[in-house]
């Protein structure tokens, strides 16, 4: 099964609404859990580190108050996005480490948001 | 200067023979993990293979084989024996250890090679 669970796989919201997606661990804790946004046809951008029990560390030009992660316990970390705009539809995914190993690096699903 | 570098953003290759995905990356620091990932349609970040900066050989994973120089700088993704559903993203990624300990799983990603196996 699925390491790192992510949820929803998909959702469309009208602009201005918020929008959270989820993503657990599943059989292990995870201290950092990482943010990636995917452009159609382009690479992972790491949006944000989700440090277990402190805040989030933010890439440059990602807007905090936009994109709010919490990270509450060791399996689970929230990405939410706020009043949501057309120019935020795209592909998030999240990774979460270390895992069973400290060579590999497991990532969720994936969530496809469309803002319309 | 881009720390990982795929030139190939697209590659064919027939049924049933080996194809070879390039990457390249960039580093001063002597402790680094280099990975590939295999994104299909559908999103999903599949993890294929892991070569870690101090290991002697050169890692293997089925039919999936990492060709690693590391003078070069480059950790070249070998796939025998092509099937169809290889067809996919293909992502090189890299993870450096910060002098801090924190964040040690962050990756950097490379563009990506669109490979497509012909029938």
């Known amino acids: 099964g699925a390491v790192v669970s992510q949820h929803p796989s998909r959702v469309i919201c009208k602009s201005g609404t918020s929008v959270k997606i989820e993503c657990r661990s599943l059989?292990?804790?995870?201290?950092?859990m990482f943010w990636y946004r995917q452009f159609p046809k382009q690479s992972l951008m790491l949006m944000a580190t989700s440090n277990e029990g402190s805040k989030a560390t933010y890439e440059q030009g990602v807007e905090k108050d936009k994109f709010l992660i919490n990270h509450a316990s060791l399996t689970l970390s929230t990405l939410t996005v706020t009043s949501a705009h057309p120019e935020d539809s795209s592909f998030y995914i999240c990774s979460a480490g270390p895992g069973r190993s400290n060579t590999e690096a497991f990532f969720g699903q994936g969530t496809r948001l469309t803002v319309v | 200067a881009q720390k990982i570098t795929q030139t190939q953003p697209g590659m064919f290759v027939q049924e049933k023979e080996a194809v070879t995905l390039d990457c390249t990356y960039d580093t001063s620091d002597p402790s680094y993990g280099l990975f590939w990932y295999k994104q299909p349609s559908s999103g999903e970040m599949i993890f294929l293979i892991y070569?870690?900066?101090?290991?002697?050989q050169n890692a293997t994973e089925g039919r999936y084989s990492l060709n690693f120089q590391k003078a070069r700088k480059s950790a070249n993704l070998v796939i025998s024996a092509s099937q169809l559903g290889d067809s996919a993203m293909y992502f090189c990624a890299m993870r450096e250890l910060p002098h801090s300990g924190a964040g040690s799983y962050q990756l950097t990603f490379g563009k990506g090679t669109k490979l497509s196996v012909i029938p």
């Open positions: 059989d292990f804790q995870a201290t950092t």
């Open positions: 070569q870690g900066s101090y290991d002697q």
